[in-house]
């Protein structure tokens, strides 16, 4: 059974359905804070609970034989972490801790966990490889760092094979339509965008136009949700199948776009105009985070097949559909 942490959420409800198309069993721990219930197959098993809860954790190693752990769980909010670190040193490390010290305990020493370009910090405009420097500027980036050096020393010490993913910004849906990306409040770029576009907000602000880019506002590196799922497929072989793995590696398409860019493209795929409204920076943001995924690509030979364009497309069929999002 492979045991998906955060399987209710925006990415987990994609790495679930692919997992089970794939032939898995999948198991579902997620305390519904920012998932939905509605988004989850039902083909999987789903615990309703929170991963900080050890005498749940203890229960679901007991009672299903767990081969494998995704987790996705987690709160992911650069600008929140600003203002609320706790928040992420408690949900992030912590409640991270706890999963670890179940596994270790319960001998289940394969795992894939999310984590994030926000590890890097400020990149000075050129590509970053997983041997960049590792300086976050927001808690958000500090406690998924933190995560990644705990799991790497039960990989030292206790033989935990890991595969950490750093993912960059995670845009577009399941062409199904049926899952997609639905968070309250939005704060994402490109939902925004397309929620504005669909009458749900009177403006799209722009947080800063001051940075050092060459249009002035920030620079991300967009990758589609199921070319993400497909690393995930990929990186759980690989633990199953080969021991010792200890490896991180960088999700992205080695380009980067503004958030002007971002907009406009949003704009040409919808044939609709946006309102735009400049405000001051997002505190924590960086001005540029762009991947080199190249590792990944050598180690696991995995290419990402779809482009900004596909994300943008997809994320409207899905918007456009759903444009409350999921019901519960
Ligand atoms: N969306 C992105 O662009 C992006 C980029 C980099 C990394 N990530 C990472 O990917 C993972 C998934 O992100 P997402 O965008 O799908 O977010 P999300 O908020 O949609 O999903 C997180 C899921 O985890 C659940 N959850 C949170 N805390 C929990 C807890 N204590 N116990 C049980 N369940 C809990 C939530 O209810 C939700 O279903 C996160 O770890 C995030 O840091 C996301
Ligand atoms: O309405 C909006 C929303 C966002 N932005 C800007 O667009 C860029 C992208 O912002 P997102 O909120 O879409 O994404 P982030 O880069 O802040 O963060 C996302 O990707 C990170 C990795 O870069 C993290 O891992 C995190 O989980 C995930 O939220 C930022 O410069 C942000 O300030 C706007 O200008 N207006």
Known sequence: MILVLGGAGYIGSHAVKELLDKGYYVLVIDNLSTGHRNSLDTRAVFVEGDVGDSALLERVFTQYKVEAVMHFAA???VGESMSNPLKYYENNVINSFNVLKVMVKHNVKKIIFSSTCATYGLAENEFLN???PTSPINPYGRSKLIVEQMIHDCFKSYGLDYIILRYFNVAGADFSGRIGE???????????VLLHLLGKSKHISIFGNDFNTADGTCIRDYIHVLDLVEA????LQEVLNTSPVGRVYNLGNNKGYSVKQIIEQCERITKKKAH???????????????????????ELEWIPKYSLEDMIR???QWHKSNPDGYDS
């Open 182 to 192: 639905h968070h309250n409040p939005e704060t994402h770029l490109i939902p925004n």
């Open 276 to 298: 735009v409204v400049y405000e001051k920076r997002r505190e924590g943001d960086p001005p540029y985070l762009v991947a080199s995924a190249k590792k990944v690509y050598e």
């Open 130 to 132: 997983e041997d960049s």
């Open 314 to 316: 997809s994320a409207w």
């Open 75 to 77: 709160s992911c909010l």
């Open 232 to 235: 995930h497929i990929l990186s």
